[in-house]
């Protein structure tokens, strides 16, 4: 079985804090995903990547920073985290199989991160 | 520009009906399409994928979904709802860019 596991599942901070969201799985997928997720907009890419030291922007980066420096672990980075950064964040992992084909991805169990 | 559209951001249905989730889709290419299903304070788990082997696939728990390419559709089905499919259902996109596309979710109520 594919695991995908977040290092927290409920996290508090303060305004203005760097806060770190780890992500590891175990299968030896090249891609990478962070989503948030808020009630009404499902889930929006905030970055991705697709190799080790290799990243894109999804559509909400900003605010956002990541870092993957080994293939099975992906970091989420809020430099300076805001309250309109509470949100559930939800890691996922797939396979590449090459241009024009696709695979299902893996989601971790998500973290509910709260901003006060 | 790739996108997908749930319609209906909450459904709910008795027990025993049938379960109808609509999906819409836009794609410059082929898709791939999957839909995703969330419990309660849980990550998602896929419930079927279409990779273009078949139009009409089958997925876990009894549902199914049918591509439609001239409606661009992918709508998820289930001729009788259980209890236990109470939860967010999500319909997502493959781009060739390997980013997953997500739509903004449907949740589903079961009525005893």
């Known amino acids: 079985d594919v695991k995908v596991t977040q290092s927290s599942r409920y996290l508090v901070k303060r305004t203005g804090e760097k806060v770190f969201l780890e992500c590891v799985q175990d299968?030896?997928?090249?891609?990478m995903f962070w989503y948030r997720q808020d009630p009404g907009l499902g889930l929006r890419l905030i970055y991705f990547?697709?190799?080790?030291?290799?990243?894109e922007k999804g559509d909400i980066p900003e605010g956002y920073s990541v870092s993957r420096e080994k293939k099975e672990r992906f970091s989420l980075i809020l430099e300076s985290a805001s309250t309109n950064q509470t949100s559930m964040y939800l890691c996922?992992?797939?396979?590449?199989?090459?241009?024009?084909?696709?695979?299902?991805?893996?989601f971790g169990q998500g973290t509910r991160l709260t901003v006060v | 520009a790739q996108s997908v559209t749930q319609l209906g951001s909450h459904v709910s249905v008795s027990e025993g009906a049938l379960v109808l989730l609509r999906c819409n889709y836009s794609?410059?290419?082929?898709?791939?399409l999957f839909w995703y299903v969330q419990y309660p304070n849980q990550g998602l788990q896929l419930l079927l994928k279409?990779?273009?082997?078949?139009?009409l696939v089958k997925g876990i728990n009894g549902f199914e979904a049918e591509f439609k390419k001239s409606e661009t559709s992918f709508h998820l089905t289930k001729p009788s709802a259980h209890m236990s499919d109470a939860a967010e259902y999500f319909c997502?996109?493959?781009?060739?860019?390997?980013?997953?596309?997500f739509g903004s979710g449907t949740r589903l109520s079961i009525r005893p």
């Open positions: 996922a992992s797939s396979l590449w199989l090459g241009q024009g084909a696709s695979t299902e991805a893996f």
């Open positions: 299968m030896d997928h090249e891609n």
């Open positions: 990547s697709y190799d080790v030291k290799m990243k």
């Open positions: 794609s410059s290419v082929p898709p791939y």
């Open positions: 279409y990779t273009s082997a078949a139009t």
């Open positions: 997502a996109l493959d781009s060739s860019a390997s980013k997953i596309i």
